[in-house]
């Protein structure tokens, strides 16, 4: 299955995707009242930006993600922090089932998607998921933020304006972190049985060039990354475009949607 994070998307998301604040995870774990003898599953966990906090603090966690070179960074990245308590597994939401069967049904404390909902049959998934948590337990939607290119700052209209150029194409797709796709997750978590909440966390950081080119890289599908040869000249005109407008301060909103069953 060809999703567009093999490769290179892999390398640089896992170098340049911000992380989760801590505030985050407190959030997930308040709200299923985690403690230290649970276990989670992070669906579509990319590189371990939740599952490692979450392994830190948990039992064990399973992580599962279709597209290998990501896990493969997932992987190294835990070895690095000396955790030793997560599985990786190659799979989708589609493979549900198969970890209710693997695992047992209200077994795990918390299920957490973080910015991957939009690639997943939801409606289904949410219903498959209710009986694997524990009571108590739950699903947890996270959105880490506006994408780089719809934030309401000069640096960041610069560089939507030089994609669009790029691309021939208008580059307004927020990736399930807008206020409508969390009430359409909300919704759906309510109709599986779900208690929906939900959770900000609000902080400002400070970007430099190389975190803006670096996150642009991370967020192109595979077959849309500028070929080698091309590649300076697009990370050239991204670093003009953006230059005049620094400091670049970013306002992050990470949104914590927890469904509590
Ligand atoms: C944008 S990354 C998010 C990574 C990480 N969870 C985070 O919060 O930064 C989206 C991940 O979802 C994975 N993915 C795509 N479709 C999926 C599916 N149907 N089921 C599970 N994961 C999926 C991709 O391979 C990718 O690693």
Redo the contacts with the bound molecule.
């Keep these: 299955m060809a ?1 567009g ?1 093999a490769g290179e998307v892999a390398d640089y ?1 896992h170098r340049y ?1 911000r992380g989760y604040p801590p505030e985050a995870i407190d959030a997930v774990a308040g709200a299923f009242g985690l403690t230290a003898d649970d276990t989670a599953v ?6 371990g ?2 599952a490692l906090p979450l392994a830190a603090r948990l039992r064990a966690v399973v992580g ?4 290998p070179d ?1 896990l493969a960074h997932a992987r190294r990245a835990a070895a690095e922090q000396g955790l030793s308590n997560l599985t990786w597994v190659i ?4 493979d549900v089932p198969a970890l209710r069967a693997l695992l047992g049904d209200g077994s795990v404390g918390a299920v957490t998607i ?3 909902l939009h ?2 049959r939801y409606d289904e998934l949410f219903h498959a998921l209710f009986p694997l948590v524990r009571p108590g337990g739950g699903v947890a939607v ?1 959105a ?1 933020g506006t994408p780089l290119w719809l934030q309401d700052a000069d640096w960041s209209r610069a560089l939507r304006e030089c994609l669009e150029q790029w691309f021939g194409t208008r580059v307004g797709n927020a ?1 399930g972190t807008d206020e409508e796709s969390l009430r359409r997750y909300r919704d759906s978590l309510v109709a599986a049985g779900f208690r929906g909440d939900v959770h900000g966390v609000d902080y400002t950081g400070t970007l430099d060039v190389e975190s803006i080119v670096g996150g642009v890289l991370s967020a192109l599908p595979e077959d849309r990354l500028p070929a080698s040869a091309e590649r300076a000249r697009f990370t050239g005109l991204i670093r003009r475009a953006v230059e005049p407008h620094a400091p670049f301060a970013e306002h992050v909103h990470v949104s914590v949607l927890t469904g509590r069953r």
Excluded at 42 to 47: H, K, P
Excluded at 64 to 67: A, H, W
Excluded at 91 to 94: E, F, L, N, V
């Design positions: 999703l994070f998301y995707r992070d669906l579509g966990c990319g590189t930006q939740l599962v993600d279709p597209e990501m799979g989708t939401d589609a973080g910015q991957a690639w997943m996270l880490n990736c």
